[in-house]
Every structure is written in C-alpha cells, then in structure tokens.
C-alpha cells in the first residue's frame, strides 16, 4: 500500500541546478512521482506551511528564504515514504547530516538545506492538502 509524502525542493535547489539530482535519487530508490509543479512560494502559504515555526525566531529568514524564487513541489509515493524521504533527506542541519543523504551531499548550511520533507502522516496530509488541494 504506498503512502505518500509532501516533498519540497527548495529555491537554494532550483538556484543550484540541483532538482534533477535530487529527483534521480527519489526516483532511483523506487519512489514514484504522483505530482509535481514548479511554482513560487508567497507569504501566506509559508505562514500556512510552517504554521508550526511562526514565532521561532529562525521563522522571517526562512520565510525569506522559501519566498525567494521558484521551488519545485512534489507528492512522492511509496511503501513507508514518510520515512524514506526523511531518511533520504537526512539532518535538518546539513552541516550534521550524515553522507549519503541528501543534505549530508549536497548542503552545508541549517536553512538552505535543499529540501522539505513531511515529518508523520498528519503533516503529509495538511502539507498535500496545501500544495496539490485536487490531490487531497
Ligand atoms: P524544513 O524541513 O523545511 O523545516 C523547517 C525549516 O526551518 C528547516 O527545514 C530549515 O530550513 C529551517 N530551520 C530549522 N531550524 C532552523 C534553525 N535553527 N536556523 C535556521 N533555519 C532553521
């Protein structure tokens, strides 16, 4: 039974020419592509989005940073995908995460780090039902 997980590929990505590598890994590991769109991030859905982050102090630069240019969305489906993807993805704070992830490769900083994954069921549900509303 696949389970499916909200994935954003974030604007230090697009700006890195990293989307392809990155989708090669999802899709190498047998993750499949329900949906995806390239589109810019505006104030409110980022409030919406991090609703949980909204009075962290890290919140307006992320905010900044999310809003900044154009990201690519994506739903990716699979067996226990929640927890592939985060695994895949690896520490919020690239400059811990471990080799081999995404991060671990790829990034070196605790905000631009290349990618948003849903963290349990209930955040993929919210998060799909704010990205891809005809997909929820
Ligand atoms: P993400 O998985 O999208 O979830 C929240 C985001 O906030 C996180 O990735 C980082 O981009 C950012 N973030 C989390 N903690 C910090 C922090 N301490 N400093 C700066 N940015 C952070």
């Known amino acids: 039974m696949a389970e499916r997980t909200l994935v954003l ?11 392809g ?5 999802f899709e190498r590991r047998g ?35 999310m809003t900044s240019g154009p990201l690519v969305a ?21 400059r811990k995460a471990a080799a081999g992830t995404v991060r671990g490769d790829l990034a070196l900083s605790n905000r631009e780090n290349l990618v948003h994954a849903s963290d349990s069921p ?6 799909i039902g704010l990205w891809f509303p005809e997909l929820a």
């Open 9 to 19: 590929i974030k604007p230090d990505a697009v700006r890195r020419g990293l989307v």
């Open 21 to 25: 590598e990155i989708l090669r890994r």
């Open 31 to 65: 993750l499949a592509i329900d949906a995806m769109v390239q589109r810019t991030m505006d104030g409110r859905l980022a409030d919406a989005h991090y609703a949980q982050h909204l009075e962290k102090p890290f919140y307006p630069p992320l905010k900044d940073f």
């Open 74 to 94: 994506l739903i990716l489906a699979g067996d226990e995908a929640i927890e592939v993807v985060r695994t895949m993805v690896g520490a919020t704070d690239a």
């Open 122 to 127: 209930d955040s993929a549900r919210r998060e």
